[in-house]
């Protein structure tokens, strides 16, 4: 079925460096797409949104980008700080009647101190 | 309540046993969600309530599993003669309208150990 990749499934990266997170979507009718950041045993987080009318969203450290062209979205970490150690999901949503919310597999991000 | 509250948090059952998981939600969405995720991996969109009709049961992964809610508010899903490849971590979460526009609250989920 369609879903959602990830190019990479670990990062590590140097505290204070800047981390780049991928993610491939296959629905070009996916209108909007999520980043989530999910700690160990918890739940996902929402960290930032983004339209299909847009191509960039900035938030506090972290910025989104969308390329429709590739189906392509990536999330950017400034000054990656060692809380930022987590599991990061990108997620795209289908209108099928309902709202339906399909997760990609997943990058770990590992923050060297 | 102030966010998402799903329980059990952990639940370990024998095989071929029933469980219910518990989920409520923040009070006034009302768009929930189940999702299933396997250790390390995504999530698996499971079933998606507008009030209490659900328009996409199409993640459900066969009859065994089921879900209901009711008073726009708390809902239970259900997995009759559980298996071991039901073992999971089962999360809930929520929206202010069945729209995703604000992206969705999750709980910290239902660990099921099925052995």
């Known amino acids: 079925g369609e879903s959602v990749g990830l190019h990479l499934p670990t990062l590590s990266v140097q505290e204070g460096d800047n981390s780049i997170i991928n993610c491939a979507y296959s629905n070009s009718a996916s209108d909007y797409f999520i980043w989530y950041k999910q700690e160990s045993g918890k739940g996902p987080q929402f960290i930032i949104d983004i339209r299909s009318n847009m191509d960039k969203r900035q938030g506090q450290r972290v910025t989104v980008l969308l390329n429709k062209t590739v189906k392509h979205l990536s999330l950017q970490i400034a000054a990656t700080q060692p809380g930022d150690s987590a599991v990061y999901f990108c997620a795209e949503t289908l209108n099928t009647g309902g709202f339906k919310t399909i997760f990609g597999a997943g990058t770990r991000l590992f923050v060297k101190a | 309540g102030a966010g998402v509250s799903q329980s059990p948090s952990n639940k370990v059952t024998e095989k071929g046993k029933d469980v219910e998981l518990r989920c409520d939600p923040i009070s006034g969405h009302t768009a929930l969600y189940w999702y299933r995720q396997r250790l390390g991996q995504g999530l698996e969109f499971l079933i998606y309530f507008q009030g209490n009709s659900a328009p996409d049961k199409s993640g459900l992964p066969s009859d065994r599993f089921s879900a209901e809610r009711t008073g726009e508010s708390v809902s239970t899903l259900t997995i009759q003669r559980t298996q071991q490849e039901d073992s999971a971590v089962y999360l809930c979460?929520?929206?202010?309208?069945?729209?995703?526009?604000?992206?969705?609250?999750f709980g910290s989920g239902t660990r099921l150990t099925v052995v």
């Open positions: 979460a929520s929206s202010p309208a069945g729209t995703a526009n604000y992206g969705y609250t």
